[in-house]
């Protein structure tokens, strides 16, 4: 049985059987004016954070969300596009898909302003999306990418970056760990469905970002997700594991690299009104500018004695 078949199996028997410890995350819930969840979505919240930005959810926007659990995040996101299959839901597992509709029904009685048809719920597969070209403002997903080996998780990207349009959003959730995992964590196919073993580092979480043509690269939050211990898993060492959020957005790739924020922050407090870099970024005395880890290196090597860069904060 391949890892991807065992991946659906899992699955399948989360959508019968709701298992509120499947994933752990530590985001709190969003709460907004109106919108209720039923219990029923929070059980079958499978996933590691969030992918609910309200910055990302302006104008109506056209939605993609792929792996749709018990459909929360596609309630929340329908909160923002209140329009005819303004969402888009896609999943490989039917159960899930039949389960998901049905949750649909109890949202509709708790929220009134909740069409179900606001959602349109696809089966299709992650590594070939039953969605057009160029068509979504915002695609997101949460801990499922994490699942995929190397070349599937490529391939998952690929489409996702397909999908959207010009300046759209990727935004994800998924678990990382900066150590190693032995090969034996990594060949586990049930530990790779359960969002355990198929952890990568940061860096190579957002290498395969741009490898795709995503030009900037916002790191949102770092949490703590889950320990792997000698005692239950078969690893000799602690594995610290972290959940992040990130949004990718399909912007051209600039000439001299992504562009990837991690909550840098230029301060400029020198005796001038101002300072310009000359490379396009003009910092007004004493307020705070937000730049990308590439500026904020190249700002600290100008060795300026009135420039203060902030260390990386994420949340």
């Known amino acids: ?32 004016p109106g919108l209720s969840i039923p219990k029923i979505m929070q059980e079958m919240n499978y996933g590691c954070g969030s992918t609910v930005h309200p910055r990302d959810l302006i104008n109506n926007p056209k939605i993609l969300y792929v792996g749709v659990g018990g459909g929360m995040e596609l309630l929340q996101f329908s909160y923002f596009s209140r329009q ?12 899930m898909l039949e389960a998901c509709q049905a949750n649909f029904e109890i949202a509709k009685k708790e929220n009134e302003w909740f069409k179900p048809d606001f959602v349109r719920l696809e089966k299709g597969d992650a590594l070939s999306l039953p969605v057009a070209t160029a068509s979504v403002d915002v695609a997101a997903q949460n801990c499922l990418f994490n699942i995929f080996k190397t070349d599937e998780l490529k391939q998952a990207l690929r489409e996702m970056y397909r999908v959207l349009k010009p300046h759209g959003r990727l935004v994800m959730s998924d678990p990382i760990c900066e150590q190693t995992m032995n090969e034996f964590l990594r060949a586990d ?6 969002c355990l073993s198929g952890a990568l580092s940061l860096k190579e979480y957002i290498d395969c970002l741009t490898e795709v043509g995503f030009g900037t690269i916002e790191i949102r939050a770092r949490r703590p997700y889950r320990i792997l211990d000698p005692a239950h898993y078969p690893t000799k060492e602690n594995l610290y594991i972290e959940s992040v959020e990130v949004c990718a957005i399909k912007d051209p790739m600039p000439s001299d690299g992504p562009c990837i924020f991690t909550g840098k922050s230029a301060i400029y407090y020198g005796t001038e009104d101002y300072f310009d870099d000359k490379k396009g970024h003009v910092l007004l005395k004493n307020q ?5 880890d590439k500026t904020a290196s190249a700002l600290a090597n100008l060795n300026r004695k009135d420039l203060y860069i902030s260390p990386a904060t994420f949340h």
């Open 1 to 32: 049985m391949s890892y991807l078949q065992t991946t659906k199996n899992v699955y399948k028997e989360a959508a019968l059987r709701p298992d509120v410890g499947l994933c752990c995350t530590t985001t709190p819930v969003w709460q907004f």
């Open 84 to 95: 005819k299959e303004g969402v888009i839901g896609v999943d490989v597992v039917d159960e």
């Open 189 to 194: 196919d049930r530990l790779r469905a359960l």
């Open 288 to 292: 705070p500018l937000a730049v990308c």
